[in-house]
Each structure stands twice: as C-alpha cells, then as structure tokens.
C-alpha cells in the first residue's frame, strides 16, 4: 500500500458528513465583484499610524515586566542557582527558577494528524528540573515592576553549571546519521527502478553535495508574551502568533485547564514566517511567572533570546545526482541527504519532498537522514524543506543543462511530467511549463548567453540565471461564524491569523462575495482563540483557501436558514445586493441577527491530486572581480499559484519572499560554535539580513489559472517565492564567473 493510499485509509474515517466539491472559485450564481481586484489592505490604516496593536502593546492593569535568563552551557545541570542579590534588587516581584516554577505538563511537539492540538518547538518539560539541554535553554525568570528593573536583576542571577561536552558537531556526528521513522507521516525513502545503475550508464550526468546552512528568524516584532489569570483561574494570552487556538490548546494541555479557560489573543503579529507557529519557553514561562508573582506579566525577547531560545532552520548536506540521456530526458535522480534535529524537536525537515514531485526519472532514489545534537530545537522556516530542496536539485539540472548544453528552461521543458513522478496521482493544476514561457518572454532570457564569464560592465561579472520554485497546496479543516444584521451588515468570525499578509482583506473580498453584499458591509473578526476555530494557522500556506472553505460552508448554511425564514428562495438569490434584501428579510420576520456555524471538511482534495504550486525565478546579478561582491540588480518571478485573490497583497508577499530568499542566498547563517554548541551571532549586526540597498525592483507575474480543486481556485502564496531563489542566484553567479558555489551562504571568500 502507498503512503497516500495508507494517508488515505486513516483520514477517510474522519470525513464529516459533508465533503465540499469545488467548482473552481466563487459560486458561478454569485457576481464576482471583490475576488481578484487589488483592493487596498482593510487594516492598511491602523497599521501605518501605529493604532494596530502588537503583543506587547496590549494595555493590563497592574502588569508587572519580565526578562529570561539563559543557560549558557549546552548540556548539563544546574548545580545551584543563586537568586538573592536579584531578589534584593530594585522593583523587583519574584524570580521563577526551576525549584519554584509551577508545576507543567510537557508540551506536544506536531502530530500531523491532529494539528487542532496546537504544537511546540520542543517537548523538553519547561523550567521543571535542574537539567539543561541547549545553550539559551531559560533558567530563570525575572519579574519586576519596569523592564529596566528585570534587565538589571537578570544580571545578578548567578547560576554555577556541572557542564558535559555537547553533542553539537554536524560533521563529526554526520556519519551516524540515521533514517528516522517517518517525515511527517510519509515514508522517509522513496525508490523506483536502480537509480545508482542508471546514473551510472547515463550518457551525461552530475553528482554533487550541496549545503545549507542554519538561519534563525528574525521577524521585525520578537515574540512576546502578556499573561493574565482571572480570579477563578483562567488564563489570557495577548501573544505574538501564527496560531491562536494552537497555543490555546498547548498552554491548556501544559497547565492542565479545559482548553475554554485559555483565551489567546493575537490581532496582528508583526512577521512569523514559521518563527510563531510551535510555541516556544517564553509563553508558558510568563504565564508561570504570572501565576507565581499574582500579577499579570509581560515578556517580550530582545534579539539575543530570538536566536537563543527560538528555533530556526537547520543545516542541510544533500547529495543530489542526475543522468539524463543525449536528448535531455532524465533517467536517474538521487536525492539523498542529513540534517540535523533534536531528540526534542525529532523534526528531520522534509527536503526530501520536493523530488518526489517535481521531475520524473525512471530510476529515482530519494532519502533523508537525520542526526540529533545538543541545541535549541530546529523548527519551521518560510518554505522549511522546500527552500533548501530547491537550492540543491535545481543547482543540480542547471548544472546538468550546462553539460548537455541544453537551454535550462527547455531542459525544464523536456523533463515536465503528466502524472506526480512517485505518487502517479493527477496534477490538480501544474502550469510550469506557462510560467517558464511569460517569465521568459517578459525578463528576455533569449538574450542570455550561456557561456560563463561572457558579460561584463569593467569590474563587473554579469550573469543570469533560472530555478524553479515549488510549493505543496495544503489545506486544513476547521469551522467559521458568519451573521448578518437587520441593519444590513455581516459580521465574519473565524479564529484566523495575521502576521503581515492579508488575512482581513483577502477574507473579507471572499466573504463579499459569497454573500453576495458590498464590501463596506462585511466586516471580518479574527485573532481570538474564542472564535471558531479547528486547525486554521497562518502556516504551511495553508490559511486563505482552508478558511475559505470553512466560510463558504458557513454561508450555505446561513443561506438555508434564511430560506426557512422567507419561505421565497428566489428572493434570495434575485436582487442585486443581498445585503439589503436579508435585512428585509430579517426585519419581515422580527429578528436583529441570524447566524449560522458551520466546518470544512478533510481535504480530500490534496490527497486525490499531486497539488502544488510551481513558479519560475529569473535573477540577474553582477559580482565584482576583485572583491566577490555580488549585487542582485534585477529579478522576476513568475508564478502558479491558482487564482490571485488580491494581486496587491500577493505581490507583496511574493516580494517578501523573494527578498529573504536573497537574503538567505546570501548573507544569511548562525554561525554555529561547533564545540560549545552556542551561536555566535546573534545580533542583527552579526545576522546579516538584506536592507534596501540589497534588493532590486522585483518583477512578479502570476498566470491566475484557478485550481478546480482549490477552495476559491487558490493555493497558497506565502512560501513558494522563496524556493527556487537561492538556485536561482548560484545558477547566475555561475553565468557570470564560471564559479558554481554548492554552499550558501554565497559570500565573497567562496568567489574569491
Ligand atoms: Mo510557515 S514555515 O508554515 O510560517
């Protein structure tokens, strides 16, 4: 039985009553007034006067500051921690260590089949012993009236260590790697044919070892925490996430409450990009610190704790081999690799999906193995696995296209699949070989000429290169409230999440739309863990089309209850603006409101269909001869994404994308102390993201084809801008000097 057959099998026990069938977007019965236009962000105002209000902004009576201290070891115990002179401190409350904590149940890290229950970045008890498992692993809590006050007593923390010797070296460990049991529920190898036979009798092939390295979020809002109980022992949260009910469900199953007495509130969230999705110490530890000091608590992490206590991508080595015949047709593709986790994360990072899916080979052999060291546990990242997969195997065909002489998009071309290269399953939609074409046409990659080191401006080595970006459609289930007033209005609630997006606008456009109503009627509530929920994250680029589905089954229902009022079901459907006609309606049958509940079901849908989307990066750059500086001057994306819902929002986020793929191309990297197991740079000095100077115009271009499949015809658009980009910029550096550079960051010292 496949993987997908097995998936299948447990998820079909699951299917509720009622399976949505997608028509292909919005309900042909309903004008289409608000989907697809570029209508300005609904939000766009509050945010550009400062009146959004971000976590730490949120105003509590009596809120007390708190800052960590962090373990500056990587494997051992505390052998005594001395809080006295902290106590003694000005303004401050109460320092939480280990012998005072409260006492918390373990945090869950992710089951794939039950995303509702929320996740966290480790499953390491917090704060419960003297045991320390990573350097930056919090030791102790410090709260005071001001935040000045808990800086100055974390400093009079004195905490004595018996420290061991970490396992903290990727290279030594690497060749103990092993295959871990599965990588998100999908088998960890996949083989068709004789792959390392086949490489073997190609008649051009390329076998190489590409490396990523570490990179740690940096979000412009660090994650903050304020944490209140009630009298009667309930908690609120006002936190900096992608995932309100996730961490509603997390807190209530680590301090053990219903999970109705947690209430996590998260109206905007100043970036994620992962970074926010697993709860991380610093949550449960304010709303510890809370409960200890009987006051509500503040704790917001300075840049330093991001890198220390927060997770980020790990590491990758990835062996990737393809042979191909004369004619360009590949035959063998290999794509084996390690990276490193945690046996607290136990998150291998799935690079090995995307040549599942992307090229076909008769002979394929794809596998990830894993090693476990002694740091902060490795988490999700804008595209985690897709970016680095994508670095790897699209370097590797560029590569290949140059030895065939091959063009690299008709390499693309030649190769493009019918059928998914493992599952067999049908594309739901898979129009690549477009969005090669436009973007080509648009960036005149006709005028590139392919030979290295072939174009210059005096110092300046000029090249263009090509990558393909790839991204898995996913969509979760989960449930939405909609009401309509008397007065004319409606009033959509899910608890959905913002971190910069869209999600407001995009919803509203939708919800608009279905209804049937003018926009400036529709208002759209979200950001509340007491609102409907399920498994709706700002994650996976999963959120537009699962809440979608969750709002479109709401409004039938809402519909149908209408109709019972009006016994007149044209009524419904005749008038222009149906705002107007439920009012009537409602004011006809002596009501204020009528609301309706309802929940998407399992998306059958992404396991039927090989369901993704695909995009094409152009780059051209220059890199200085003398120095190996290199300048990104001009880039295009060209995308597939299913329908645009906002071409505003989504370019934006297609430019976000690609401006950290630049970045993580690069200057990203967390130097790592491979003998200590501590980061070295964990500062935005040190951490170098790009800055204006760094960053080009940025072209996008989308083809806009909706997916039957999809819920509104869209996939995702959050992540895919940033695969492909790394490849994208190695395979220009390699046009330009005649350098392949197989290990980001492609700094100067690696062009030299
Ligand atoms: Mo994403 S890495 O699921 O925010």
Known sequence: MSTLQKVMQTVVRYVPDRVIQYVGGV??????????EPLPRVDGQVKVTGEATFAAEHK??????????CSTIAKGRIAAIDTSEAQRAPGVIGVVTHENNPRMARPPLLEVQHLDRGLAGSDLPVMQDAEVHWDGEPVAVVVAETLEQAEHAASLVRVRYDAERPQASFDELKAQAE?????????????????????SEAAVSVDNVYRTPRQSHNAIEPHATIAAWDDDGALTVFESTQFVSGYQHVLATMFDLAPERVRVICPFAGGA????????????????????????????LSREDVFRVVGGRTLSEQRVAVGANEDGRFIALIHTGTTATTTHARYPEQFSFTPRHLWPADNMAISQRVVNLDTVANTWMRAPGEWMATFALESAIDELAHELKIDPIELRRINEPEKDPTTGADFSSRNLVEAYARGAERFGWSQRNPRPRSQRDGKWLIGQGVATAYYPALRFPGAARVRVSSDGSALVQVAANE????????????AADRLGFPIDKVSFEYGDSTLPSGQFSAGASSQTASVAAAVEAAVEKLHKKLVKLTHDE??????????????????????DALEAEDSSGIAIEILKYSMASYGAQFCELRVHEDTGEVQVTRWLGSFDCGRIINPRTAASQFRGGIVMGIGAALTEETVFDERRGRIMNPSLAEYHVPVHLDVPHIDVIYTDIPDQHSPLGARGVGEI???????????????????RIRDLPITLDKLL
């Not at 044209?570 to 309606?585: G, K, Q, V």
């Open 570 to 591: 044209d009524e419904l459907t005749r008038a222009d603006d149906r705002s107007a006609t439920y009012a009537s309606i409602l004011e006809r049958a002596g009501r």
């Open 499 to 510: 971190m910069g997006m869209g999600t407001a606008t995009a919803q509203i456009q939708h």
């Open 60 to 69: 509590v009576d009596g809120l007390a500051c708190a800052r960590l201290v």
């Open 273 to 300: 990009f992962g970074g926010k999705w697993a709860i991380w110490n610093h949550t449960p530890l304010c709303a510890a610190a809370a409960k200890l000091v009987g006051r509500p608590v503040k704790l917001v």
């Open 27 to 36: 309900d042909p019965a309903i004008e289409q007034h608000y989907v697809g």
């Open 721 to 739: 801008p940033m695969t492909g980009s790394a490849a994208a910029i190695a395979n220009a550096v390699f046009n330009a000097t005649g350098k």
């Open 179 to 199: 295959v871990p049991p599965d990588v998100l529920g999908q088998d960890s190898e996949v083989k068709t044919g004789d792959a390392e036979k086949a490489l």
